[in-house]
Structures are given as C-alpha cells and as structure tokens.
T-cell receptor, first 111, second 114 residues
C-alpha cells in the first residue's frame, strides 16, 4: 500500500465549476500537508500549505485536512482554463526530511 | 522560483554511460533534494543534502550518487545509466525559517537513456 493515494483522473470540468481534489494517506505521523500545481513540462509549484487539521483559504483555493479520516482535499472555486494542470498532494511528519507525494490528478478546465 | 536552476534541461544518453545533473541555488538554502518523477509513481526522493558534504539516501537511491562541495551546488550522478533511469529529475530546496516545512522545486531535467 502506498503511503499517499491520489486519484489520477483525468478530471475535466467546465469553466466556473467547483473542483474537488482529494488524497488519502496511511501514516498518522503526517502533520504537514501541501498541494502543488504542475503545468506540463514545468516544475511543481507550491500552491497551499497547511499544518495539522483544519481549513485554509487563499483566493479561489481552499485546502482541508481531516486527520481523523486521513483525508485531505483541495477545492477550486470558479475554475478557470488557466487552472488546467496536474495537482499533486504532498505530506510529511514532524522532523522528517522528505515529502511523500501522491501521483497527481490531471485537471482540465474547458472554456 | 526560489532561485533554482538545473542543467542540462534535456539530455539523451546511452546505456552504460555516466551522467551528471547539476542543481544550482542562489539563496543559501541548507537543504537540497533530488527527486525523480515517473508516471504512476509521482515524485520520489533519490538523495538529499543537509549541508556541504552532508548527504543521505532517499527512497530510490540505488544507482545514484550525489555530491555537495559547496552550498549552492548539488550534483546527481548516474555512474552507469540504465533505461530504467529514464525520467524527469527535479531538484528542490527547503525553505528557511518558519516556512521550513515547505519545499520549492526547480524546472526539471528530462533524461532519456537509450
């Protein structure tokens, strides 16, 4: 079993839709949770960072962490064609040096 | 972009040849990482460094070595490249201070081993 599971998609939505992206994990030691956006043939770009459980909002993006269910989500409101990319979840434990990544979900927002 | 550059950006080589990839950063970050990205596997850690001459193995370190002789450069070497090492390689740095759990990535090197 992988430490982090993420549905690879692809996910295709019309412009303006609300997008929900999710990851599950198995390691209860994970405390720090991140979402990266990766455009084709580019490096991952850090989008959202949260610590422990709860919600964090940044513009059209909201990250949620439910540690009791070992489940994290990224919501994108009013999705735009420029949001078309692969979204990677990542997480780590306290004191750990490396991140554990999901395989990524490919999102296409259709104008 | 956290001041990270990678070179070369693309390379095609033959099985059995040595290959060295370079990661260069300009912001004096202590921690640097090498990942590879493959379809169905996501990003996996190869090696990381926590200071000059201080390195450690990651999840997929077999067939790779690293060196860090100065803060700004972290080199990844494939001593004898194999087709299974065809991948996209990303360098990352760990942010400083209270953002110390965040990692920022370079643009990547696309390596093809024939």
């Amino acid at each position: 079993q992988k430490e982090v599971e993420q549905d690879p998609g692809p996910l295709s939505v019309p412009e303006g839709a609300i997008v929900s992206l999710n990851c599950t994990y198995s390691n209860s030691a994970f405390q720090y949770f991140m979402w990266y956006r990766q455009y084709s043939r580019k490096g991952p770009e850090l989008l959202m960072y949260t610590y422990s459980s709860g919600n964090k909002e940044d513009g059209r993006f909201t990250a949620q962490v439910d540690k009791s269910s070992k489940y994290i989500s990224l919501f994108i409101r009013d999705s735009q064609p420029s949001d078309s990319a692969t979204y990677l979840c990542a997480m780590k434990g306290t004191g750990a040096n490396n991140l554990f990544f999901g395989t990524g979900t490919r999102l296409t927002v259709i104008p | 972009d956290a001041g990270i550059t990678q070179s070369p950006r693309h390379k095609v080589t033959e099985t059995g040849t040595p290959v060295t990839l370079r990661c260069h950063q300009t912001e004096n970050h202590r921690y640097m990482y090498w990942y590879r990205q493959d379809p169905g596997h996501g990003l996996r850690l190869i090696h990381y460094s926590y200071g000059v001459k201080d390195t450690d193995k990651g999840e997929v370190s077999d067939g790779y070595s690293v060196s860090r002789s100065k803060t700004e450069d972290f080199l990844l070497t494939l001593e004898s490249a194999t087709s299974s090492q065809t991948s996209v390689y990303f360098c990352a740095i760990r942010a400083l201070g209270d953002r110390g759990n965040e990692q920022f990535f370079g643009p990547g090197t696309r390596l093809t081993v024939l």
